[in-house]
């Protein structure tokens, strides 16, 4: 029997936005939770909390605004796909639905710079979506559990989101 056909979340954003965050697709546990990085074992919220300052046990609306304070939006590069479980590499590539990139970055004209959550949402995006001239991207290491790198690399890594213009 083939997997249901899954559709992701709306994007975390508004018109200060100066930063977007892309994951590939929202983890089992995210969609059941209607959240971003719900997975407690993704170091997503603790490697934000960490750079802009914020309490990452805090109420998910709370870091959330956080993040928009601090001009970062989160989306995901597909809309939908059929998918067993919550790893990329078993997302079916016949089912791929790319979310409407022309749409946000028309509707948020200040985002100038788009940071890829892993290997994956970056390959996904520079396969499925046209990439908007004006703005500059960058893979950054995974959050996810799955990529077994110390946080500490993540953490440094993913440092360059509070680097102006980076």
Avoid at 126 to 153: D, F, G, M, N, Y
Wanted: one cysteine or more; a positive charge; proline letters at 7%.
């Amino acid at each position: 029997m083939a997997e249901p056909l899954l559709d992701g979340l709306p994007p975390v954003i508004d018109g200060r936005a100066q930063v977007l965050i892309l994951g590939s697709f929202p983890s089992v546990r995210s969609l059941l939770d209607g959240r971003y990085y719900a997975n407690p074992r993704n170091a997503f919220w603790s490697i934000a909390a960490e750079l802009f300052g914020f309490d990452c046990t805090a109420t998910y609306s709370e870091r959330l605004a956080a993040l928009q304070a601090q001009r970062v939006a989160l989306w995901d590069v597909l809309r939908s796909c059929r998918r067993a479980g919550s790893a990329d590499a078993a997302i079916d590539p016949k089912t791929l639905v790319v979310n409407d990139f022309d749409w946000l970055f028309d509707t948020y004209p200040g985002i100038a710079r788009v940071y890829f959550n892993g290997a994956a949402a970056a390959g996904l995006f520079e396969r499925l979506s046209r990439h908007p001239a004006p703005v500059t991207s960058r893979r950054l290491p995974s959050t996810s559990p799955a990529h077994a790198i110390p946080r500490a690399a993540k953490l440094t890594a993913w440092a360059v989101l509070t680097e102006a213009g980076s």
